[in-house]
C-alpha cells in the first residue's frame, strides 16, 4: 500500500478516495474533500441507500455494498462515516485490502470490539488506521494544548467540559450518549493534559421532561487522568437552544478556555447576540478540513498520519466502557481498563 502510495505521490496524482456512509458526516466528508481538501479526489461513495450514495457521489460511482468500494482498485484510501455498529467489520476489511482508513469515531461500540480489531489487523495494519476525533484539530483546542505545554496557567487541576445539541437522535440510549457523544471528551482531555484517564464517575440531575424514555439526558461525567487532574464533563443531547461545546482549562494561577468561534454579531427583532450552530459540522467545519487535508497528505506522501490512532480509538472506548458501568452502578467510581 505504501508502495502504491508513494507511487501516486510520485507520479502528482491525487489520493484517490472511497466514503463509506453517505448520512450526515460521510456526505459532509465528500464535500468537504471535493472542494476544499488538495490533492484528494472522490472517486467512490457507499450507502446501503442508494439515493444518498448517489446524491453525495456527485457524478462518481455511488455502491450500496461498502465491500465492493473497498475492493475497486481504483480507491486508494477509505473514510468511514457508516454506523457505529459496522465500523469494526469495515474497518478490518479496509485494511486487510492495504488501504488507508480514516475511521470516525467511535472506533467500535465497545472495548471488546475495538480490541478484535486491533488484533484483526495487526500491527502492520494499525499504521493504515486513523480515528476522526477532529477536536484535535480545532484551533481553539490546539491553542488549548500549547498554552498547557506553555504553563500559561500553571499546573491544570480542573478542566470543565460542556457539549450541548439541539436535539439527539430520536433512538438515542443513555449508553450512547456516552459512546456517540461524550467520548469526544475522553479523547479530547487525555490529549490536552498528555496524561491517559484512569477512572471514572457518572452521575445524572432529573432528566429532561424533552427527553424519550430509554435516554437519560443530561449526563454529568468525571474523568480522573494519571497527572491527577479532574475533569467535568456535561453531555446533554437535547439542550434544544443551540450546538455548544466549552472547555475551560483551570490551573495554578489562572484560567482559560475556548473562546466562541468567529461569527456574526446580530442586532435584530429587539435582540442582540450572537447565534449558535445547529450542530457540530458548521462549528467543527474547519477541524474537518484541517484533519481531512493532513491524512490526505499523509497518505500521500506515505508517512504516519498526525490523527488520533486505533490505540487511542480503544483507549477512548476503554474511558466509554468504564462511564457505563459506573452508570449502571449507580455513579460507583470506575477504574478504566486498560
Ligand atoms: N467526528 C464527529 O464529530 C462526528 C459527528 C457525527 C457523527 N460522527 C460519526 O460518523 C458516523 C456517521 O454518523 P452520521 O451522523 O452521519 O449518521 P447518519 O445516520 O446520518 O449516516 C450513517 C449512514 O451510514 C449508512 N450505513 C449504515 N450501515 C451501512 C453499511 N453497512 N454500509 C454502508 N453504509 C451504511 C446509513 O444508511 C447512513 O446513510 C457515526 O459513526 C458517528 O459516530 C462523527
Redesign the pocket.
Known amino acids: 500500500m505504501v508502495d502504491l502510495i508513494e507511487a501516486a505521490a510520485a507520479v502528482g496524482r491525487s489520493v484517490r478516495v472511497g466514503v ?7 456526505a459532509d466528508h465528500a464535500n468537504t474533500l471535493r472542494r476544499f481538501v488538495r490533492g484528494a479526489e472522490v472517486v467512490a461513495v ?4 442508494r439515493a ?1 450514495a448517489a446524491a453525495a457521489a456527485s457524478g462518481a460511482r455511488a455502491y450500496t455494498d ?1 465491500h465492493a468500494l473497498i475492493d475497486d482498485p481504483d480507491v486508494d484510501a477509505v473514510v468511514i ?4 455498529s ?2 469494526a467489520e469495515q474497518v478490518v476489511a479496509a485494511v486487510r485490502a492495504g488501504k488507508a482508513v480514516l475511521c ?3 472506533l467500535a461500540p465497545t472495548l471488546a470490539e475495538g480490541r478484535q480489531v486491533l488484533r484483526d489487523i495487526g500491527d502492520d495494519g494499525e499504521a493504515l488506521l486513523s480515528l ?1 476525533f ?1 477536536r484535535r484539530f480545532d484551533q481553539g483546542y490546539v491553542a488549548l494544548r500549547q498554552a498547557i505545554d506553555d504553563g500559561t496557567v500553571g499546573a491544570p487541576v480542573l478542566i470543565h467540559n460542556i457539549s450541548r445539541g439541539v436535539s439527539g437522535a430520536p433512538n438515542a440510549t443513555s449508553e450512547f450518549s456516552v459512546t ?1 457523544s461524550s467520548i469526544h471528551e475522553f479523547d479530547v482531555v487525555p490529549w490536552l493534559l498528555r496524561s491517559p484517564v484512569v477512572e471514572v464517575a457518572w452521575i445524572a440531575p432529573r432528566c429532561s421532561s424533552q427527553v424519550h424514555a430509554g435516554l437519560q439526558d443530561p449526563q454529568l461525567i468525571h474523568l480522573r487522568t494519571a497527572d491527577g487532574v479532574l475533569s467535568t464533563c456535561e453531555t446533554f443531547l437535547n439542550a434544544r437552544y443551540g450546538y455548544d461545546v466549552r472547555c475551560e482549562v483551570v490551573g495554578e494561577t489562572g484560567a482559560m478556555s475556548l473562546a466562541e468561534p468567529a461569527r456574526v454579531r446580530l442586532d435584530a427583532e429587539l435582540r442582540h447576540g450572537i447565534g449558535y450552530a445547529a450542530d ?1 459540522r458548521p462549528r ?1 467545519a474547519d477541524a474537518y478540513r484541517i484533519e481531512l487535508q493532513a491524512w490526505v497528505d499523509a497518505v500521500a506522501s506515505g508517512a504516519p498520519t498526525p490523527l488520533a490512532t486505533a490505540r487511542d480509538g480503544l483507549a477512548a472506548s476503554a474511558v466509554a466502557e468504564a462511564v457505563i458501568a459506573s452508570m449502571h452502578a449507580d455513579g460507583r467510581t470506575t477504574k478504566v481498563a486498560l
Open positions: 463509506i456512509g453517505a448520512g450526515n458526516m460521510g457507499a450507502d446501503v441507500d444518498r461498502a462515516a457508516s454506523h457505529d459496522v465500523h470516525e469515531k467511535p476522526g477532529m456517540g457540530w467543527f
